[in-house]
């Protein structure tokens, strides 16, 4: 299984970006799918995470300014940035739990997205 991101950048501080994550490969399924980050030097944080009912949950520093969703018919996790701060400057990481045809689930992680917001 790989997870494929896109959508990181650069952008002002109030800006705005939307970041994908596709899986792809031998899926029967995907449970949670979440979204992390890491600054330099710090520990990786989750953002927002989505499970296989919809419901969603936030870090509360970005509660109200981020939206996550997801497409189940295209195995793709979206996270959409609004009001963006420096502060939100990290490397964004999608994480998906995965269902294979056997009924073991693993995490799986994307390759990360640099997201520089300036202020």
């Known amino acids: 299984v790989q997870l494929v991101e896109s959508g990181g950048g650069l952008v002002q501080a109030g800006g705005t970006l939307r970041l994908s994550c596709a899986a792809s490969?031998?899926?029967?399924?995907?449970?949670?799918m979440g979204w992390y980050r890491q600054a330099p030097g710090k520990q990786r944080d989750l953002v927002a995470r989505?499970?296989?009912?919809?419901?969603?949950e936030y870090a509360g520093s970005v509660k109200g300014r981020f939206t996550i969703s997801r497409d189940n018919a295209k195995n793709t996790v979206y996270l959409q940035m609004n009001s963006l701060k420096p502060e939100d400057t990290a490397v964004y990481y999608c994480?998906?739990?995965?269902?294979?045809?056997?009924?073991?689930?693993?995490?799986?992680w994307g390759q990360g997205t640099q997201v520089t917001v300036s202020s």
């Open positions: 490969g031998t899926i029967f399924s995907i449970d949670t």
């Open positions: 989505i499970r296989s009912g919809d419901s969603t």
């Open positions: 994480n998906a739990f995965v269902r294979d045809y056997k009924d073991i689930t693993r995490s799986y």
